[in-house]
């Protein structure tokens, strides 16, 4: 059996289809940050670091984290449900009657969709991020332009901060879907037990989301 | 002469009585060719047994009823066979393969062999019928397109349903849906062809179509039938033999006129379903009155 296929096709329903959620995401909380900073770091008189504050929350910690939390509830809750379901109907017993590892067929795909879609989801909230900053601190704050950029371009660094940010992000997108896939696929074949299963997906991935972010930040960051 | 003769009528007659219900329940219970063959069965749930020490026998080429009272374990029988279970102890052997010893990959290989009509129909609900009867073949065979779409129809014009080919299952009432799924089980033309609750929740028609497509199949062609139900009428009409099963165990067998004869209480009960019997109605409970008085003394 193909697994390409597949593969693209979890891919659309977990990666594309989330894209909506986390740039309006990324965009509102890149605005935020901006505004914040700004309202700080003016009476400093130091507004041109914005840019450098906002690139480096985002890259560093809001983009993986927040993308990842997101993630858990618009694709991580679908999985579970939708495994659950074919659970209960019996779909995944007909697999294996039909001679296919329902384990290859349907739990493998959908794992790897996660795991490859969330780190892209995380840049691409990072990328609109740091737009939704630089919209509000340079057109709307009138923060000097050239500034803005330079100080941001000054200041992250790729291993330091891209790379870590997408260590994070990979590690985020194997543990929650790892979750979703493992509640789905374990959970008790009825309406409750679907739904326990979803619930217990989006507060364990989002608890282990929030804990592995402290421990991989002190072990990325804690010498800084 | 004339007394004689009749005489001699009345002795064959006699004879014939005595000796043919014997003689076919040895023929029946020592099978000629089993292909699968239950030893010393014993499976648990949690810790209520559902199988204490059981030996069913599944003859080669017959249909094969497993009846019995909800909640005695038939549906856990199919699913030991298939593998999806594993027994606490005894074996199943399918033509002396044991299959709770296989490897998964063996396992995978040997349920190549059975097709398994699920109560519920189980298609896959993201994929047209045509696909879901498609999905067996392209699974296990590299087979052309063309050669594909051919088999589907085929099998899709056996139950009925060539013109439904580009329905999703949502659209498709519960009989049709359940006739989609046996065309998928047959796709790769199963050895053996087990059927779950085949006939339960169907309206008379529908049913009518099952039970003729059931024996049709059987008949067409040689494969084996075991069919888990608890429609006396439907499967009496069409099963070769019969296992009853409750309490854990085997507690009659017999073609389906030895069965409708017995006079065993239990299978009375159950053959004309009598509301009580050994199979009690109430579920265990205390005393009614001692049960009615406690409410008023709180």
Known sequence: MQMLPLLVRQIYFVGVQSLIIIMVSGLFIGMVLGLQGYTILVDYGSEQ????????????????????????????????????????????????MIGVDPLRRIIAPRFWAGFISLPLLAAVFAVVGVWGGAMVGIEWLGIYEGAFWANMQNSVDFSEDVLNGSIKAMVFGFVVTWVAVFQGYDCVPTSEGIS????????YSSLAVLGLDFVLTALMFGDL | MPDFRALLTGVQAALRAVLEPTDSESQMTQFDDIVIDIKGLSFSRGDRPIYRNVDIQIPRGKITAIMGPSGTGKTTLLKLIGGQLKPDSGEILLDGQDIPRLGRRELFRVRERMGMLFQSGALFTDMTVFENVAFPLRVHTELPEEMIRDIVLMKLHAVGLRGARDLMPSELSGGMARRVALARAVALDPDILMYDEPFTGQDPIAMGVLVNLIRQLNEATDHTSIIVSHDIQETLGIADYIYLIAEGGVVAQGTPKQLAEADSPQVRQFMQGLPDGPVPFHFPAGDYDDDLMQGRKG
């Not at chain 1, 326990?196 to 507060?203: K, S, Y």
């Open chain 1, 196 to 203: 326990q299963a979803t619930t217990r997906t989006v507060v």
């Open chain 1, 49 to 96: 670091a914005v840019g450098q504050m906002v690139a480096l929350s985002l890259v560093r910690e809001l983009a993986p984290v927040v993308a990842a939390l997101l993630f858990a509830g618009r694709a991580g809750s679908a999985l579970t449900a939708e495994i659950g379901l074919m659970k209960a109907t019996e779909q995944l017993a007909s697999l294996e």
